[in-house]
C-alpha cells in the first residue's frame, strides 16, 4: 500500500523555499545599502582630506568615482586659485612650465651669487675672498667650540679638493697620466693664502680637529676627473667633446683610487688618537 502523500510537507516545503527567497533579498539589500554608504564615505572623506589623512575605502568601483571626482574638483580649486610669486613678500610658488632659473647659463642670478653680506655688525656690498673664508672658518671654529665635546665626539676637516683647469692650457682633458717631475710647475687652483686660514684656524681651536689634508696630494692626479665624459645634466654631444676647454669636467673625480686615499686618511686619523694632526 503506497504511502499517501502528506499536504503537511508540501506546505513546508513552501517555507522553506519562501525563506530563502526572502534571505536572498535581504542580502540584495544590504550590498545595495552599503555601496551607498561606501559612496557616501568615500566623498566625506576626501572632501575633507585636510582634516584627516584616513580614507576609508568600502568599494574598488566607488572609490575610483570618487577619486576622480575629487581630483576634478581639486584641478578646478588650483584653477581658480592661481597663486602669484612675489619675491618681496618670500614666497615662491612653483611652475611646472618653466625650468629653474639656476639651470640655464643666462639666468640673472648666476653672475651674482649674492648682494649683500652682513659682516661684523656692518651691511656690505662684497668682501675679498681671504676675508670672507676667515669669517667663515671663525663662526665654524666658534661654534665647534662651544658646543662639542671631545670626550664624545671626534671632529674632522678635509681641506680643499683642487681643480685642474689651466693645466698647460689644456685642463684635464686627455690627461692619463699623473703629475710628473719633469712636467711644467702645476698653478694651484686655490691660493696658499686660503690653505694657511684653514690650517691656522684648527691651530688656534680648543677643540682638537682631524685636518685632512688631500689638497696637495690630489694636485697630482690630473688624470682622475671625468673630463669630457661627465653629464650637464646629459652627456656631452659631439660637437661639445670637440671643445674639451669649455666643457671638460675638471673638478669632479671618475676613477677610483685618489678618493680611497681619502677614505684611507680618515680611517688613520681615527685609529690615532693625535688631536689637531696635520696629515
Known amino acids: 500500500m503506497e504511502p499517501s502523500k502528506?499536504?503537511?510537507?508540501k506546505k513546508w516545503m513552501t517555507c522553506t523555499l519562501s525563506t530563502y527567497l526572502l534571505c536572498f533579498l535581504l542580502l540584495l539589500c544590504l550590498d545595495h545599502g552599503r555601496r551607498r554608504d561606501g559612496l557616501?564615505?568615500?566623498?566625506s572623506s576626501s572632501s575633507s582630506s585636510s582634516?584627516?589623512?584616513?580614507?576609508?575605502v568600502i568599494d574598488k568601483d566607488v572609490a575610483t568615482a570618487s577619486t576622480v571626482e575629487t581630483t576634478t574638483m581639486t584641478t578646478m580649486t588650483k584653477k581658480?586659485?592661481?597663486?602669484?610669486?612675489?619675491?618681496?613678500?618670500?614666497?615662491?610658488?612653483?611652475?611646472?612650465?618653466?625650468?629653474?632659473?639656476?639651470?640655464?647659463?643666462?639666468?640673472?642670478?648666476?653672475?651674482?651669487?649674492?648682494d649683500l653680506i652682513e659682516y661684523e655688525g656692518k651691511v656690505l656690498g662684497d668682501l675679498e675672498m681671504e676675508v670672507a673664508y676667515r669669517a667663515g672658518m671663525k663662526t665654524w671654529a666658534r661654534w665647534i667650540d662651544n658646543n662639542i665635546d671631545p670626550s664624545k665626539t671626534s671632529v674632522f676637516f678635509r681641506s680643499i679638493s683642487p681643480e685642474h683647469r689651466r693645466w698647460n692650457n689644456h685642463d684635464c682633458y686627455n690627461q692619463t697620466t699623473p703629475v710628473m717631475?719633469?712636467?711644467?710647475?702645476?698653478?694651484?687652483?686655490?691660493?696658499?693664502?686660503?690653505?694657511?686660514?684653514?690650517?691656522?684656524?684648527?691651530?688656534?681651536?680648543?677643540?682638537?680637529?682631524?685636518?685632512?689634508?688631500?689638497?696637495?696630494?690630489?694636485e697630482f692626479r690630473r688624470d682622475g676627473h671625468s673630463s669630457v665624459y661627465t653629464k650637464r645634466p646629459e652627456k656631452l654631444t659631439s660637437e661639445q667633446r670637440?671643445?674639451?676647454?669649455?666643457?671638460?669636467?675638471?673638478?669632479?673625480?671618475?676613477?677610483?683610487?685618489?678618493?680611497?686615499?681619502?677614505?684611507?686618511?680618515?680611517?688613520?686619523?681615527?685609529?690615532?688618537?693625535?688631536?689637531?694632526?696635520?696629515?
Request: with cysteine; aromatic share 8%.
Open 181 to 218: 717631475e719633469t712636467d711644467k710647475p702645476y698653478i694651484p687652483t686655490f691660493p696658499r693664502s686660503i690653505i694657511e686660514i684653514q690650517e691656522n684656524t684648527i691651530k688656534e681651536m680648543k677643540t682638537p680637529v682631524k685636518y685632512l689634508n688631500i689638497t696637495r696630494l690630489s
Open 6 to 9: 502528506d499536504p503537511v510537507n
Open 40 to 43: 557616501s564615505i568615500s566623498s
Open 80 to 114: 581658480k586659485k592661481k597663486k602669484k610669486c612675489n619675491v618681496f613678500e618670500g614666497r615662491w610658488v612653483y611652475d611646472e612650465r618653466r625650468t629653474p632659473s639656476t639651470a640655464r647659463r643666462t639666468a640673472p642670478s648666476s653672475a651674482t651669487r649674492w
Open 242 to 279: 670637440e671643445q674639451p676647454e669649455r666643457h671638460a669636467d675638471c673638478s669632479h673625480w671618475c676613477i677610483p683610487g685618489l678618493p680611497d686615499t681619502w677614505n684611507v686618511l680618515v680611517y688613520v686619523s681615527a685609529v690615532l688618537q693625535t688631536p689637531n694632526i696635520l696629515l
Open 51 to 56: 582634516s584627516s589623512s584616513n580614507i576609508v
